[in-house]
């Protein structure tokens, strides 16, 4: 299935590319010059699953969870995981974001302004700004204004990222209203991730902005307190439980397996990190069985230390369990949990910890529940995690966070900013932590920019932790 789709993406940015056609005698059927929105959709939204999510055919996302200490690879140190990275290695996560995704995104939206279909207009824009945070918060500086221009510009200038933020609320804001419009065709099963359910669109874009708005807690200009209250508005209209979830499901089958399941084939050498296991073993955390799978050697929960000089044996080394990365498992984008710990975390800031800790006890029990674990060691669990204070709220508010966003790119910009999870720098390690990955050499060379000198230990605008 995805395939196909893959497929009718590239046929539909190639007859894109024509200004016109000439004589009708020559058209041909099988290369559309023209495609419904509905046609769209489907190929934009499994890219964004499956190549920029999950990396797909490039390794941004892997590498993010490399330096959080989540994955490791069976290799011997320098790796990605002891921070090594070359411009080119990025080439494949630029192209997805920009040729492939955001440029498809670009002309959904202008095809759906045209039509009168605001809710595949406000697909769009959602999504372009789900995009945009991810990419600006991996390269900081990024193309926008001028960019998807085609041969008018080829060499657009970098937005800088505070204005890549601004445009973000923008979209979402600009989505939240054309869902409200409720004009022209409904999405139905060719939208894969919400089957056309507008409200649960809006839901999405609302927790999207109160993401966007608690990442500037820090940034120049803003204060703590007035990010907290722009995110405590926002989540009023956000996601109300795990129902809505923003995920992509996958049936198994050969073709249309979950990309986590494909990752973490043998031919990666892609493992789960010690760090990252033992935690689970140190919190006696019971949800150690639900998200990780025992080494098919031992039987025994192990992750791999980065940074080795050494191989070991793949089947010595735990990967994740089959909720998140069996063949038929959901992908998921954005969570409920994620709306909740946001929630907890901009409370504690205007409120205190008190007033945070149901809060935050309730996003863990929604996570837990969402895996299937028992009431009673849901308890257990809560009890032994105690009581928030002003000394460990955020401590503990992230720490839960990022077990619930297993596998999310958003765990690299909350440890960013807060510095939680607690992580130090790997084995053999070349480099501090980075804290943001390099241009792409195949940017640096059709769109040279003075940004494109940034190292990956420099900071972003909004990194002031």
Not at 268 to 292: C, H, Q, W, Y
Request: glycine share 6%.
């Amino acid at each position: 299935m995805k395939k196909i789709y893959f497929v009718i993406a590239v046929l539909y940015m190639v007859s894109l590319t024509s200004c016109k056609k000439y004589i009708d005698v020559n058209t041909d059927p099988n290369r559309p010059i023209d495609v419904k929105e509905s046609l769209i959709l489907p190929p934009v939204q499994m890219l964004i699953s499956q190549n920029i999510n999950a990396s797909g055919d490039a390794s941004l996302s892997i590498i993010l969870q490399q330096y959080l200490q989540v994955i490791a690879l069976n290799q011997v140190a320098p790796n990605q995981g002891t921070y090594l990275m070359y411009n080119v290695d990025m080439d494949g996560d630029w192209n997805n974001v920009y040729v492939r995704t955001l440029n498809n995104l670009i002309l959904l939206n202008k095809k759906a302004s045209a039509n009168g279909n605001t809710k595949y207009g406000a697909i769009a824009k959602i999504l372009t700004a789900y995009c945009l945070g991810y990419a600006t918060d991996a390269w900081g500086d990024i193309p926008y204004s001028q960019a998807f221009k085609g041969t008018e510009n080829p060499t657009p200038v970098y937005d800088t990222q505070q204005q890549i933020y601004a445009q973000i609320q923008q979209l979402l804001d600009q989505g939240i209203e054309d869902a409200n419009k409720n004009a022209g065709l409904s999405p139905g099963a060719d939208d894969f991730m919400y089957a056309g359910d507008m409200a649960k669109w809006k839901k999405l874009a609302y927790t999207l902005k109160a993401r966007y708005y608690m990442h500037l807690s820090k940034a120049p200009g803003s204060t703590a307190a007035a990010q907290a209250q722009l995110v405590l508005t926002a989540l009023n209209n956000g996601m109300q439980s795990n129902a809505d979830d923003c995920k992509v499901a996958f049936s198994g089958a050969a073709g249309a397996e979950n990309p986590w399941q494909q990752n973490f084939l043998p031919a990666s050498t892609l493992v789960l990190a010690n760090t990252f296991v033992e935690g689970f073993k140190t919190r006696n955390d019971p949800r150690l069985s639900k998200m990780i799978a025992p080494a098919v050697q031992t039987g025994l929960y192990t992750g791999r230390e980065i940074g080795l000089d050494e191989i070991g044996s793949l089947q010595s080394y735990s990967i994740p369990a089959s909720f998140y990365a069996g063949a038929n498992a959901n992908n998921y984008l954005v969570n409920y949990t994620e709306a909740l710990f946001l929630k907890a975390e901009a409370t504690n800031i205007i409120s205190g910890a008190a007033a945070a800790q149901p809060i935050y006890q309730d996003a863990v029990r929604k996570h837990m529940e969402k895996l299937g674990v028992a009431t009673a060691e849901v308890n257990t669990y809560l009890t032994a995690r105690g009581t928030l204070s002003s000394s460990n709220a955020l401590r503990l508010i992230m720490e839960e966070k990022a077990i619930s966003n297993f596998l999310n790119a958003e765990n690299f910009t909350d440890w960013r900013r807060t510095g939680f999870p607690v992580i130090t720098k790997v084995k053999n390690a070349i480099s501090e932590i980075p804290r943001r990955v390099l241009y792409p050499n195949s940017e640096i060379t059709a769109n040279p920019q003075p940004q494109q000198r940034a190292k990956t230990t420099d900071r972003l605008w909004w990194d002031a932790n």
